[in-house]
């Protein structure tokens, strides 16, 4: 994957910068930390209550799907705070376009969740929404602006060609 180059694309830095000092990145902030507390919360609290009764196959998805919820959730929060730092002006859009602020991908099948409590699958289903939302601003605000850059511009070509063979500047 190929890494942003702001300075050729001036716009992007002040596409970032607007992001993050939108409504929407503002509520996505506070959800987002909102679901890290929550799901703190429960891992710590009920969740080892809820674990301790479920048989041993349930258990074992238990763990992994925990572990799943929290990865996905630290990217989260990782990439809503590099957000914040960019609009408190501690970060610079361009550096905030490296590839290692980017939103990794999610690995593995989830298990299944029929023999998981309720609080652990409602945590799962709200954090694959949020995660999804965010891969997706993450995809239009820095991917997608990245291969707009490299993508091949057929008609400036063209252009290019006739300027080139007929001499106009």
Not at 63 to 76: C, F, K, N
Not at 150 to 159: D, H, I, K, L, S
């Amino acid at each position: 994957m190929t890494e942003l180059n702001v300075a050729a694309a001036p716009w992007r830095a002040g596409v970032i910068q607007d992001f993050a000092r939108s409504e929407l990145f503002d509520r996505t902030f506070e959800e987002g930390m909102t679901l890290v507390e929550e799901t703190a919360a429960y891992l710590d609290g009920a969740g080892r209550h809820d674990s301790k009764i479920l048989s041993r196959n349930a258990a074992l998805a238990y763990a992994s799907e925990s572990m799943r919820l929290t990865t996905r959730l630290m990217q989260v929060a990782s990439w809503l705070l590099v957000q914040r730092a960019v609009k408190e002006g501690e970060m610079a859009a361009e550096a905030a376009c490296a590839e290692n602020y980017r939103l990794g991908l999610e690995a593995g099948e989830p298990a299944a969740v029929e023999d998981l409590p309720f609080g652990l699958v409602n945590l799962l289903q709200r954090s694959e929404r949020l995660y999804e939302r965010v891969r997706h601003l993450d995809k239009r605000m820095y991917l997608e602006a990245a291969a707009d850059e490299e993508a091949p511009r057929p008609v400036q070509a063209q252009f290019d060609r006739l300027s080139a063979a007929f001499g106009v500047a």
